[in-house]
């Protein structure tokens, strides 16, 4: 498994690096324009950047955004041309299991998302520190201070959609390769994806409304959704979450989350055995 | 002898054609065979389930004793028809890659062969041309140690320098102890390093046999004897 995913590395990381590299390129670009209109504001010239602001804010983050949704889309595509195109030949040909293969592609997807936002977070921070010196100390020491047990359950909670809608769209892909005896009908796997996250949203909607008990990890109790309620001061009775969000701390449904684990695990030994068993070229 | 491929009652059927249809056969170990066929009979089909990319729809298909799977995929070198390796590699990746993947692969005799096809190790698999590409496939299949190796249309599409070079390459480097299967319709051309001879044709058996005794039955080269079955 590692072996293949040396070889997924390798035939990517120039489309993930040059991504990169334009991300921090514009980055560069959107804080010198913050620090020199900063600076020009700082001298007096009177001119109001608080619609400067907001504009380089919504360029940052239309810079990030579709840096990950072209990841994300290079990602899905190498699996697609896995399916679809005769590469497929050499891999579906290796002494590997459909799990294997899988796995090597999760990981590695996961792998590029993670040194993506890290290399973007990383980066800005550290211009922002050349840039603006001891006054982004003090917010980056703010923002230190914010980082509690509620952004690692943001965390927690995102790090599992993210695999789960992986999972899910590979499952989506390998059933429409499958189901219409093998042909390939652009868009399929999107409609099958569609509604695959519709339901299993529903479910886990569901579940967490029939297991309303919560985890706090910041002191690892487990809450009922009325103690969580009256310890965030939510009014009212908010059935269905995954998630709690108020007063700097995040709950998580414990059965929810679990039941989100459960699909990505049946999701991958479905798709594993799809391509193990079912594919044909 | 000991079989290493049996087939029973294969069958194939797609909406609606029967790609195979209830094909019995038994491959030796130790032999080159050919699988004879015009387009459209059966050939890539036969070697794609043998090869475990493709299910049958009715019937049994044993490698070496196993249903075509991850095992069944370590023992067999499979040429596809068709430009297979990553288009991101150069030929080093290529030779690292099967090195990586099969336990059975020998880097040198990539290395020898790669010299007899003069091919530069460097060079970007999306440069090669046809020919170069199909050297380079047949260097990385052949350089393994596999029981069985299966070659579709091995000179298919192919200049005739480059054609005698994987000929050669095919003989001198096809192991005693292996099995070859190989798929073509340029009959002439490979005639002489089959042992054993298939003839495909509407996915049906029509006639299969050694090849020097069929020379001998029927009176023509197998060659001849390809356009008589086909050529009606």
């Known amino acids: 498994m590692r072996k293949y995913m040396k070889y997924e590395i390798k035939g990517s990381y120039k489309f993930i690096l040059g991504i990169i590299a334009i991300v921090l390129i514009a980055s560069t670009i959107i804080q010198l324009n913050i620090s020199k209109q900063m600076k020009l504001d700082m001298m007096g010239s009177g001119n109001d950047i608080t619609g400067f602001g907001t504009f380089m804010l919504i360029a940052s983050i239309a810079v990030i955004f579709g840096a990950f949704l072209t990841a994300f889309f290079q990602i899905i595509g190498s699996f697609r041309k896995e399916l ?61 201070n914010m980082i509690n047990s509620g952004v690692f359950s943001l965390g927690i909670i995102s790090g599992l959609s993210v695999i789960m809608t992986q999972i899910l769209i590979y499952f989506s892909m390998a059933l429409s390769k499958v189901s219409v005896r093998n042909k390939k009908i652009g868009g399929l796997w999107f409609i099958i994806f569609i509604i695959l996250n519709a339901l299993t949203s529903y479910l886990v909607f569901k579940i967490s409304s029939v297991f309303p008990y919560f985890l706090d990890l910041s002191t690892f109790k487990v809450l009922h959704q009325y103690e969580a309620h009256s310890l965030m001061n939510i009014v009212g009775n908010v059935q269905g979450q995954t998630i709690m969000l108020g007063n700097n701390n995040i709950f998580i449904n414990i059965i929810g989350s679990l039941s989100q684990i459960v699909i990505s695990v049946l999701a991958f030994i479905t798709t594993g055995h799809i391509i193990e068993k079912k594919i044909d070229l | 002898m000991e079989n290493i ?26 032999k080159v065979i050919g699988i004879l066929g015009p387009n459209g009979s059966g050939k890539t089909t036969m070697i794609k389930i043998i090869t475990g990319i493709l299910r049958q729809s009715k019937g049994d298909i044993l490698v070496d004793g196993k249903k075509p799977g991850v095992y069944t995929k370590s023992v067999v070198s499979y040429l596809p028809d068709r430009n297979f390796l990553y288009e991101w590699m150069n030929i080093q990746d290529g030779i690292n890659f099967y090195k990586d993947f099969y336990t059975d692969f020998d880097e040198n005799k990539a290395y020898e062969l790669l010299k007899f096809m003069k091919l530069d190790r460097n060079a970007k698999i999306s440069s090669l041309s046809k020919g170069m590409t ?35 390459a095919i003989i001198n480097n096809y192991d005693k102890e292996s099995t070859m299967l190989i798929t073509t319709h340029l009959v002439r051309d490979m005639e002489n390093i089959f042992d054993d001879v298939v003839f495909l044709r509407d996915g049906e058996i ?18 001849e004897l390809y356009k008589e079955i086909f050529g009606e």
């Open chain 2, 134 to 168: 199909e050297k380079l496939n047949l260097t990385l299949v052949l350089s393994r140690k596999a029981k069985v190796y299966v070659l579709d249309e091995p000179i298919a599409g192919v200049d005739p320098v480059a054609r005698d070079q994987i000929l050669d």
């Open chain 1, 84 to 144: 679809y195109e005769d590469r497929g030949y050499l891999t579906f040909t290796l002494p590997l299991t459909g799990n294997q293969i899988l796995g090597s592609k999760i990981i590695v997807a996961l792998l590029w998302y993670l040194a993506l936002g890290l290399s973007i977070v990383i980066y800005n921070l550290l211009l922002a520190f050349i840039l603006f010196g001891g006054e982004w100390i003090k917010v980056g020491k703010e923002i230190f």
């Open chain 2, 5 to 30: 491929i049996e087939i029973k009652g294969l069958t194939k059927s797609y909406l609606n054609k029967k790609a195979l249809n209830n094909v019995d056969l038994n491959l030796e170990k130790g």
């Open chain 2, 206 to 223: 029509y006639l299969t046999g050694n090849a020097e005794d069929l020379r001998e039955e029927k009176g023509m080269q197998i060659d």
